[in-house]
């Protein structure tokens, strides 16, 4: 039992002798961009510094890389041991690699390595994210050690500021056109107006904005396609509400005819009066389902409910009309003629009229004179 216990020490102690120690992650300190923030056009130059902390503890250092995506990258660095400067070193290749023999030094020695990095922002054909500086560790066999450090900066292709900008101006022009159409059919049109505005407000703010600042322009031009797209739907429910309010003037105008034959005995109980209500009752019932569609934001439902609304409230008042018609025949004979009738009807009513007036003038001229005559004989 012994035997076998020292001898699996034994195997330990020699795996712990023949594999490296683990490297420990780096450190990345003072990283300073220039320009510091804001999104970038192709051409800027940018100028980069940083200090990598080597870990202190090691018998074997790992080769650290760095690379760059800027356009005629300029490198510089300086490995300081204890704060004692080594000789700098230059490239002018993307990638730069610092051998972890040169980064080897005793356990006890304090390793960093001081990066400068000059280069110009590259030409994208749209507008991405780009990696400014990427710091990571490979091992001997060039495998990547840990999770790289990375800074990226937005990168602007200037065409798609300006396909941005035509795109909400072009949105915007149709929400002018959709608001004067309505506008022109009698409907409630503020609201979109309103959104109009802001919309309107907001792409301007984006245009005056400079293209370091294309994500505040941006963010503007996202915000204002929200707000056009907020203009048209309110412009879609003025105009469902409008299509409703157009479908209760006939149930409006039944209702008057309706109360008004039910107020008279004589018409109460008629069932042509039953039909006009009935008629009346499902143009409200699909006035009601109309409203729901609006509160539910389903506008194209509500006018089409509303039309339906309209058409039955409209058969409701014809109906209602006729039977209207019908009953003043039997009280006036004439009135079976239409508007000849009605015509007739009042040419009788003021014949009438006109000979009791003569009757009445002729009564008094009569009875004048003979008050007169009378006065005359004493």
Not at 191 to 220: E, F, H, M
Not at 263 to 276: E, F, K
Request: glycine fraction near 6%; aromatic fraction near 6%.
């Amino acid at each position: 039992m012994m035997k076998a216990l020292k001898r699996l020490i034994l195997i330990t102690a020699l795996i712990l002798i023949i594999v490296p120690a683990v490297s420990v992650a780096y450190t990345v300190n003072s990283m300073a961009i220039n320009p510091s923030s804001g999104a970038l056009t192709p051409g800027t130059t940018v100028d980069i510094s940083f200090t990598v902390q080597e870990p202190s503890g090691q018998t074997t250092t790992n080769d650290l890389v760095m690379y760059t995506a800027l356009k005629s990258p300029q490198w510089s660095y300086i490995i300081n041991v204890n704060g004692n400067p080594t000789s700098p070193a230059t490239s002018g290749s993307p990638t730069v690699d610092v051998s972890g023999f040169l980064l080897t030094y005793k356990s006890t020695d304090d390793v960093t390595v001081a990066v400068t990095l000059s280069g110009t922002v590259p030409t994208v054909t749209q507008t991405s994210n780009q990696t400014l500086i990427q710091i990571y560790e490979v091992d001997s066999n060039g495998n990547q050690v840990a999770t790289p450090y990375t800074q990226t900066v937005l990168v602007v292709n200037p065409s798609d500021v300006t396909t941005a900008i035509a795109n909400a101006n072009s949105q915007l022009s149709q929400l002018k056109t959709d608001i004067d159409e309505k506008t022109a059919l009698g409907i409630d049109t503020s609201a979109a107006q309103a959104q109009y505005n802001t919309a309107q407000s907001q792409i301007s703010q984006a245009q005056s904005l400079p293209s370091t600042q294309y994500s505040d322009a941006l963010n503007d031009l996202t915000t204002a396609t929200s707000t056009i797209a907020n203009g048209e739907t309110l412009l879609d429910k003025a105009w469902a509400e409008s299509e409703i309010a157009t479908a209760q003037a006939p149930v409006n105008n039944v209702d008057t005819l309706i109360a008004y034959f039910q107020g008279n005995s004589s018409t109460a109980n008629d069932p042509r009066l039953a039909t006009v209500i009935t008629e009346r009752e499902i143009a409200v019932s699909y006035i009601s389902a109309a409203s729901d569609f609006v509160t539910s934001g389903n506008y194209a439902s509500a006018r089409s409910k509303a039309e339906q609304a309209y058409t039955e409230g409209n058969q409701s008042y014809n109906d209602a009309l006729t039977f209207q018609a019908a009953v003043e025949a039997t009280w006036n004979p004439l009135a079976g003629l239409g508007s000849v009738g009605s015509l007739f009807s009042s040419s009788v009513l003021f014949i009438i009229v006109g000979v009791i007036a003569v009757v009445l003038i002729i009564v008094g001229i009569i009875i004048y004179r003979k008050r007169s005559r009378w006065d005359e004989l004493g």
